[in-house]
């Protein structure tokens, strides 16, 4: 049975997948800052689960990726009853597969080709009645806030005036969070320094947070709870929000749950 109200775990990446001599084996979502107790407490035991891909024009990516997910669901002891995936072929029975889900998974890719096909199947609207689960799974994640921070990533995106850096998201939540801290803290784009000459100047007058694989925000109840490793990054500087095993309750605003 759905909840009566949204819970909305926004994550960087939930999964504890990993190589063996150079192969990936599938592992369950992680138990790291207790994300796999809280999530699986969350759901029904078998849940009927909708993946909506970043990457809509991509068939046989998205077939893998959900397959993929569905083994991890599987591994969480969390199997789940249905596994069905939104891409632009099947864009049109959004509105019937998620009247018809527990869970919303919303994939991670490119931040604004995904917030296009969103808005291309009105997503914003339709999850407003929506009574599950919705996690978010980095791109996913940072497009649930109500306004969009579209860190740029691809070669050209900081170079380019044309690039719109804060777009219209889901409205989820009024927080804005930043994946992969631990991965991306030192990429140099198209000569500037991500962090140092890109995000700390776009943070002015405004606030992200960056979060760690293994870390994430739960929305409940009208409140916003982080957990794990993660930065506040605000008026141009980076602060320590959160460490492994800690909780703290943001004060970055609830959103439209």
Not at 41 to 65: S, W, Y
Not at 112 to 130: A, M, S
Not at 184 to 192: A, E, F, S
Request: aromatic fraction near 10%; glycine fraction near 12%.
């Amino acid at each position: 049975m759905k909840n009566c109200e949204k819970m909305v775990f926004l994550t960087s990446s939930p999964d504890a997948s990993f190589q063996v001599d150079g192969e990936w084996v599938t592992g369950p979502f992680t138990e790291k800052n207790g994300f796999l107790k809280r999530f699986r407490e969350a759901c029904p035991p078998h849940p009927r689960v909708l993946m909506i891909t970043a990457t809509p024009d991509e068939p046989e990516k998205n077939k893998e990726m959900n397959e993929y997910f569905a083994r991890v669901f599987a591994a969480s002891n969390m199997e789940p009853q249905a596994m069905r995936l939104l891409d632009r072929g099947t864009a049109g029975r959004a509105g019937e597969w998620l009247a018809d889900s527990d869970v919303v998974i919303l994939g991670g890719g490119h931040v604004p080709t995904q917030n296009r096909f969103f808005r291309e199947i009105g997503l914003r609207e339709k999850l407003r009645h929506f009574g599950g689960v919705v996690m978010g799974i980095s791109a996913g994640s940072m497009n649930c806030a109500r306004m969009v921070y579209a860190q740029p990533e691809l070669a050209g995106e900081a170079a380019d005036p044309g690039y719109k850096r804060f777009i219209e998201g889901l409205g989820l939540t009024e927080t804005r969070i930043l994946p992969h801290y631990q991965m991306v803290k030192d990429y140099i784009l198209d000569g500037l320094r991500l962090m140092e000459e890109i995000t700390y100047p776009d943070s002015v007058g405004r606030e992200f947070y960056a979060l760690e694989d293994g870390s994430y925000i739960l929305c409940a109840g009208g409140k916003e709870y982080l957990y794990g490793n993660a930065y506040r990054i605000a008026d141009g500087g980076l602060t320590l929000a959160c460490r492994d095993g800690g909780m703290c309750l943001l004060k970055s605003g609830k959103g439209s749950l």
